[in-house]
Every structure is written in C-alpha cells, then in structure tokens.
T-cell receptor, first 114, second 110 residues
Framework: KQEVTQIPAALSVPEGENLVLNCSFT??????LQWFRQDPGKGLTSLLL?????REQTSGRLNASLDKSSGRSTLYIAASQPGDSATYLC?????????????FGAGTQVVVTP | NAGVTQTPKFRILKIGQSMTLQCTQD?????MYWYRQDPGMGLKLIYY???????DKGEVPNGYNVSRSTTEDFPLRLELAAPSQTSVYFC?????????FGQGTRLTVV
C-alpha cells in the first residue's frame, strides 16, 4: 500500500529565506506527483504537476523535483513572502488502473514571518 | 469559469440526520472524486466515479453513498450522520493527469 509522508509537519521562516518542503512515497510505481497549496478554510490549488518521466518542473519562484527511484519529491520556494504562508500538500497518482486517484500526504504548514 | 462547485460551504447536522453534499463541475471531466480531510491529516478518498453511471468505493466509504447520473454532478449522501463524519469534504474532478478541487464543505455532526 502506498504511503505518502511529508516532513516537517510545520515550518516557520523569515521573509526572504528559501523554503524546502519534502515529500516521500513508499511505492515508486507512480504515474505522476502533484503539489497543492491549501489556505485556511479554502480548497486546494494545484501548484505543480510532475510526470513520472520528468525530473523537475518550474513555475515562477516554485521548483519541484522528483526522484522516483528513491521515492522523493522536493518543493523549493525561492525568496519566500508572507503570502506564501499556507499548507502545502503533495499527492501521488499510482500507475495503471488507478482512475486518477490521488494519495495524499498530511501536508506541511508553512508560516513566513515579515 | 466556475470549475468545481460544492454546496453547502458549512453545515451542522444532528446525529442520525441525513444530508446530501452537492458537487458540480463544468469542465466535462469524466473522473470525479470525494475526499474527506480530518485535522492534521491528508485527504482520504471516499468514493470516485469514472463516468456517468459508474461509481466505486475508495479508502473510507462506510456511512456514505454516491450517484453519478450526469457527467456534471456527483452528489455525496450521508445517511444516519455520526460524530466521526465531522470533517471537511472536498470534491474534485479531472482526467488521468491532473485534479481540480472545489472549495470544500465543512460538516459538523453534533
């Protein structure tokens, strides 16, 4: 059974510092991995999607890497801002026959202090 | 461009009551999902559907039912609500590549 773990559970950094968020999964047979942002009381916003054949994906200040063989993905957020404060969730989509079902980690709660 | 719309946003139920959480998507996606999120936990899959008329159980289906009569709608039914069903419920739609989520329904059972 696939297990998705995110460490740390919470993180506080001063504004301007780079953020590094980790996601690990036990079964490397994944179709893709998706990073989401969740603001308090809100839904999930998709940040980046990495296909299993890709090593990284970038969007603005965000960069996500994927090492499928070791079961790890890392989300980097450069030059953090108070507006980056949120919970970040990673989710993996298993290969074949999964009908697109996502398996989620518990998330990392990030606070960026001014 | 509404995306995935969930109603209601908040609801308080008494133990034993029933209710239906509504979910509508306007992106013509075949796949739709219901997840629940408990505090400090990741999202867990309740039910999913791969197209109109086809539904299947996820990881935590007990106490819930679903139907999918159209591509757009995927309602989640709670029968005999229990305190353990207090949670935030998210509906999502997508294809096999990416998922789009609604804003969630916060349900409290007292």
């Amino acid at each position: 059974k696939q297990e998705v773990t995110q460490i740390p559970a919470a993180l506080s950094v001063p504004e301007g510092e780079n953020l590094v968020l980790n996601c690990s999964f036990t079964d490397s047979a994944i179709y893709n991995l998706q990073w989401f942002r969740q603001d308090p009381g809100k839904g999930l916003t998709s940040l980046l999607l990495i296909q299993s054949s890709q090593r990284e994906q970038t969007s603005g200040r965000l960069n996500a890497s994927l090492d499928k063989s070791s079961g790890r993905s890392t989300l980097y957020i450069a030059a953090s801002q108070p507006g980056d404060s949120a919970t970040y969730l990673c989710a993996v989509r298993p290969q074949r026959g999964s009908w697109g079902k996502l398996q989620f980690g518990a998330g990392t709660q990030v606070v960026v202090t001014p | 461009n509404a995306g995935v719309t969930q109603t209601p946003k908040f609801r308080i139920l008494k133990i034993g009551q029933s209710m239906t959480l509504q979910c509508t998507q306007d992106m013509n996606h075949n796949y739709m999902y219901w997840y629940r999120q408990d505090p400090g936990m990741g999202l867990k899959l309740i039910y999913y559907s791969v197209g109109a008329g086809i539904t299947d159980k996820g990881e935590v289906p007990n106490g819930y039912n679903v139907s999918r009569s159209t591509t757009e709608d995927f309602p989640l039914r709670l029968e005999l609500a229990a305190p353990s069903q207090t949670s935030v419920y998210f509906c999502a739609s997508g294809e096999n590549t990416e998922a789009f989520f609604g804003q969630g329904t916060r349900l409290t059972v007292v």
